[in-house]
């Protein structure tokens, strides 16, 4: 099969066939301020916008030319359509010109005119997105979330100047003072979970023509990075992610303390960490901050809060200065006397922030012009507007599509309440916090389902609906009594049986993307090699390709448990669900506890008395060969 690039025509309407949700994600200002650009996330569209006259004037559609899969990934889905389009950032050069990113495995970048007329179109990796210009619109950068790099396109040709390797599933990006340094928010954690320290990192790459790059891990347990803002000098980045207490029981949630919501600072100029302060209150959450931006006279730093629907609006002055002197060890509040006790102050911000309730479902990307704030509200299908200079005024809404009415969608509802922070006891986190996008986020959480002191991995949701038992010893025997636990003993509320039907229907419905390991949609001949020793090491005894599903998915497992002798401690003896192999590349670190960086260390190190394959006896190629056929999975 042959990989297509997207292909974007213009047009006045929404084609036939479209979605019927807009999904506005991310945004950007032209030039002149008067004119802005939203994402269609599911629209496969971009939409233009009047800022003077708050209204959509036109929309650039996007057409997906990408052919259907075949062969072994036509089976993963059963045969299912080709992928879309659909635009997953844009950014504006000096000049007015647009850049717009989209796609999957087959993911783009195509440029604009400023007058909407398009001009080159090129191909840019697995799911790029957030693309970031040069303050001279010379240089173009874009994060490519699966192929963990970054690339560097000619502004002009779109060509590729440079591809940087950063760490795992950039998603975001800024540039420093004088776009000398680009700041990579890098979406997860890259090293094994039962490390001291377990958190996502920053890779600060030097723009220059050698394009260095050192990354910079965020505190332990930071995870879910989302957004990085600049002020408008550049001389401080702003980083938004989920800050995770999981060296402690889940129990302590009622406390305060599973997940929390950070805001980091650094230092455009050197890339240097500054500290990291709680966006939450004492006794009220902030999940899942997304989006952040600072205001064109640097005096207000907003903050978009998906899980909760609302903004911070953070006096950034008083905030910086509480910050510089806590650096000199002085005391800011009853709880901060050193620059090391201000993650742990849930009273920080205190007095220099506001926090803004908005009138709608998913707040994510976020940009102020002027003084006048617009939030992307992801599930209303609406932008929500708020005047920084006038504190008594509220936030209003701009409709960007047609009224949302989700009684009759449970996939869609359930993809809101997955990402709702309310649905938790005061506010600390939603179901996304742990598994976002349904999937994972790399640290060992010990939950009550199975006793405290045992910390264990948070698992994918792929499938989970057609390979029951549930979570990794198999304690809950399917889907649905998993997300019921969930409501109760995670998130620590009763919820109507409604909300817990539509949560089935959206993890029901979750679809694995394509391996970034596969050529063309197919394996590569080292992953053939591999397949051939999968099965020779016994490990199609367990994981039989042959298991599929009711629409010809394929599972990869027996549906069976296992003591493979893998238990460590109070897991000693255990035995082990056998999961899926579908979309393993993207859920490292591997075992109950993580404590398997790479597959390779897996599939040998990990697995010194062959109970885990017939593997010790494996050359280090065929290792390697053995290991990119699991990860084509």
């Known amino acids: 099969m042959k990989r297509v690039v997207a292909v974007v025509v213009i047009g006045a309407a929404v084609c036939a066939g479209a979605a019927s949700y807009v999904s506005p994600e991310c945004l950007a200002v032209a030039p002149d301020g008067r004119r802005a650009y939203v994402t269609s996330a599911t629209g496969g569209r971009l939409l233009v916008m009047d800022l003077d006259n708050a209204k959509v004037t036109g929309e650039w559609l996007l057409k997906n030319k990408t052919e259907r899969p075949s062969g072994f990934w036509s089976s993963i889905f059963g045969g299912g359509a080709a992928r ?222 998906a899980g909760t629907r609302e903004l911070s609006v953070i006096d950034r002055a008083a905030f910086h200065a509480r910050l510089d002197k806590a650096a000199r060890n002085e005391k800011v509040t009853e709880v901060t006397k050193s620059a090391a006790d201000v993650p742990n102050d849930l009273s920080f911000l205190v007095s220099v922030r506001r926090r803004v309730k908005l009138d709608g479902d ?44 989700l009684s009759k969608d449970r996939v869609r509802r359930g993809e809101m309440l997955w990402n709702d922070g309310t649905m938790c006891f005061q506010h600390w986190q939603s179901c996304a916090s742990c598994h976002p996008e349904g999937r994972m986020d790399a640290l060992n959480w010990d939950l009550l389902n199975d006793g405290i002191g045992n910390p264990k991995q948070s698992k994918s949701l792929i499938y989970t609906h057609l390979t029951p038992p549930t979570m990794i010893t198999g304690i809950r025997p399917d889907l649905q009594a998993c997300n ?7 998130q620590f509320l009763v919820r109507p049986e409604e909300d817990a039907l539509c949560l089935d229907a959206y993890t029901m419905s979750l679809k694995p993307e394509m391996s970034p390991y596969r050529v063309n949609g197919e394996l590569s001949a080292k992953a053939k090699r591999g397949e051939r020793l999968f099965k020779r090491a016994g490990c199609a005894e367990c994981h039989p390709g042959d298991k599929v599903g009711p629409q010809g998915e394929r599972l990869y497992t027996n549906l069976k448990k296992y003591n493979l002798g893998l238990g460590i401690g109070n897991e000693e003896g255990r035995e082990f669900d056998t999961p899926t192999l579908i979309e393993v590349w993207r859920t490292a670190p591997y075992l109950y506890d993580g404590r398997a960086l790479t597959m390779q260390e897996l599939l040998k190190g990990c697995n010194p008395q062959d109970k885990h394959g017939t593997t010790q006896n494996l050359t280090d190629e065929e290792v390697d060969a053995l290991a990119e056929f699991v990860l084509s999975l």
């Open 484 to 490: 019921r636990k969930g409501i109760t003993h995670i």
């Open 362 to 405: 998913g707040p994510r990307g976020v940009m102020v012009v002027g003084g006048t704030v617009y939030t992307a509200l992801y599930f209303a299908d609406t932008l929500a507007v708020l005047s920084l200079n006038d504190a008594a005024a509220g936030p209003t809404t701009v409709a960007l599509g047609a009224p949302v009415d």
């Open 84 to 305: 879309s389009a659909d635009p997953s950032g844009v950014a504006v050069a000096p000049d007015g010109t647009v850049f717009v990113t989209g796609g999957g495995a087959g993911g783009f970048v195509q440029k604009f005119t400023a007058d909407g007329t398009p001009a080159v179109q090129a191909a840019a990796g697995h799911t790029p997105l957030a693309p970031v210009v040069s303050p001279d619109g010379s240089t173009l950068y874009v994060p490519c979330r699966f192929d963990s790099c970054v690339r560097v396109f000619d502004a002009r040709t779109l060509s590729v100047k440079a591809t940087v390797p950063v760490q795992r599933d950039p998603v975001a990006a800024a540039l420093g003072a004088g776009g000398r340094l680009l700041f990579v928010a890098n979406m997860l954690p890259f090293c094994p979970a039962t490390n001291a320290v377990v958190a996502a990192s920053v890779s600060v790459i030097d723009t220059s023509a050698d394009y260095a790059v050192k990354h910079v891990m965020l505190p332990n347990g930071s995870t879910g990075v989302r957004g990085v803002g600049a002020s408008p000098d550049g001389k401080q980045i702003y980083v938004t992610h989920t800050f995770g207490r999981y060296q402690l029981p889940t129990t302590q949630l009622e406390r305060g303390w599973m997940n929390t919501a950070g805001l980091s600072v650094f230092n455009g100029e050197t890339g240097a960490y500054v500290n990291t302060a709680l966006l939450d209150d004492v006794d009220l959450g902030a999940a899942n901050p997304w989006g952040v931006a600072v205001s064109p006279d640097g005096k207000q730093l907003v903050v978009a809060h």
